[in-house]
Structures are given as structure tokens and as C-alpha cells.
């Protein structure tokens, strides 16, 4: 089946620092790939829809300029944590739809394994 | 906006039966998918609903009423295995945009 890798599983970092986390899509093309973010005892919430080859598309009270969001090939979607303060600390996720799933059938959203963030 | 709501909590006996309820407003309705997630781990696919009715897979089942905004996954004889977070969550949009959207989330927790 199709497989989702990100990278890297856990990152500790200083407070404004920079995190880039990697997601690729390894034995299919995603030209989207979807960025969630969960808190302790939380749900998913969707922060952005990345395209490949255009700007991604972010859901309301996600800061584009906080979260830069990068695709630029069919199968790597990069998620940059900007000056990362502690409330920033969360579980990212990133996940994609592979190609001839997303009809009205079936459809799995296939998903990585997960970045573990704490910001100190 | 979406809403999704799932209920906080929920317990449960070891070879039990549970259901685990989902109401949803939302638009660009295309389907309805039911998670289990461990803590610290990503989700994994459970189910998927998009005709009114119930779908079943072994110990598990789901239930869709598109008219009422509603699903249910049903979990029968719980094993202690199954004490996890269960998410519903609903695929927006048409084909060739499509998001899914997650609830809030369940979790169960199973005692012998």
C-alpha cells in the first residue's frame, strides 16, 4: 500500500528557532499533501492543504508567515515551524491522498508517522 | 465552519459492545471515515461510509445517516487492545480537492 515518511520523528529545539519537518510521499505522487497539527488529548485540526507547484492553502487562525509551507515536487512537502516558541510544541502530522483513491469509493488519506515538537 | 462532535469519553468491559457516536455539519459532504489513533502514533483507517447504512468489518462497524448529519461506530467484544482514541472524520470537497476533516475525538478506554 501507499506510504507516507516524515521527518524527523521528534526535534527539540530553542525557543525562535527555526524547524523544518519533511514529508514524502515514497512509492506514489501526491500533488496534495495535507499539514495537521494535534495537541495533548486533542483531535487533528487542519492547518494548511499544500499543491504542489503553488501556494498552499491555509484553514482560518493558521498564520502563513508561522507556518511556511513548501511543495516543491510531487512527492516532498516541507512544513517550517518559523521562531518557534513553546506553544508551538504539538504533534505534526501530514498526510496524503494517493492517486486513484480520492473517487467517491474508498479513498484513504494515508498518513506519516508523526513529528513530536517541543519548543524549550 | 465545520462542526464535528464526538463525545470526551467513553468506557468500557472487556467483551463488550460500545458505540461511539458522531453528529456533523459541514459542506461539500463526500464521505465519512472513522480513525483509531494510540497515543503518539498516527491515525489508522478503521472504516468509511458514504451511502446511508451500515458498513461492517469484522469487530467493527459503522453507521451513516446523511440526512441527520450522523454516524456511529460500533465496536463489538472489546479486547483491552482497543482502549485508543477513535476519530470521525469527514472528507469535504469534490474529486480533485478534497480535505478531511477531523472531530473532536473519543477516547476509550477498555477494562477487564
Known amino acids: 500500500g501507499a506510504v507516507v515518511s516524515q521527518h524527523p520523528s521528534w526535534v527539540i529545539c530553542k525557543s525562535g528557532t527555526s524547524v523544518k519537518i519533511e514529508c514524502r510521499s515514497l512509492?506514489?505522487?501526491?500533488?496534495?499533501m495535507f499539514w495537521y497539527r494535534q495537541f495533548p488529548k486533542q483531535s487533528l485540526m487542519l492547518m494548511a492543504t499544500?499543491?504542489?507547484?503553488?501556494?498552499?492553502?491555509?484553514e482560518q487562525g493558521v498564520e502563513k508567515d508561522k507556518f511556511l509551507i513548501n511543495h516543491a515536487s510531487l512527492t516532498l512537502s516541507t512544513l517550517t515551524v518559523t521562531s518557534a516558541h513553546p506553544e508551538d510544541s504539538s504533534f505534526y502530522i501530514c498526510s496524503a491522498w494517493a492517486r486513484g483513491t480520492s473517487g467517491p469509493r474508498g479513498g484513504e488519506l494515508f498518513f506519516g508517522e508523526g513529528s513530536r515538537l517541543t519548543v524549550l | 465552519g465545520q462542526n464535528i462532535d464526538q463525545p470526551t469519553e467513553m468506557t468500557a468491559t472487556e467483551g463488550a459492545i460500545v458505540q461511539i457516536n458522531c453528529t456533523y455539519q459541514t459542506s461539500g459532504f463526500n464521505g465519512l471515515f472513522w480513525y483509531q489513533q494510540h497515543a503518539g502514533e498516527a491515525p489508522t483507517f478503521l472504516s468509511y461510509?458514504?451511502?446511508?447504512g451500515l458498513e461492517e468489518k469484522g469487530r467493527f462497524s459503522s453507521f451513516l445517516s446523511r440526512s441527520k448529519g450522523y454516524s456511529y461506530l460500533l465496536l463489538k467484544e472489546l479486547q483491552m487492545k482497543d482502549s485508543a482514541s477513535y476519530l470521525c472524520?469527514?472528507?469535504?470537497?469534490?474529486?480533485?480537492?478534497?480535505?478531511?476533516?477531523f472531530g473532536t475525538g473519543t477516547r476509550l478506554l477498555v477494562s477487564p
Open positions: 499544500s499543491n504542489e507547484g503553488s501556494k498552499a492553502t491555509y
Open positions: 512509492d506514489f505522487q501526491a500533488t496534495t
Open positions: 472524520a469527514v472528507r469535504e470537497g469534490n474529486t480533485g480537492f478534497q480535505k478531511l476533516v
Open positions: 461510509n458514504v451511502l446511508d
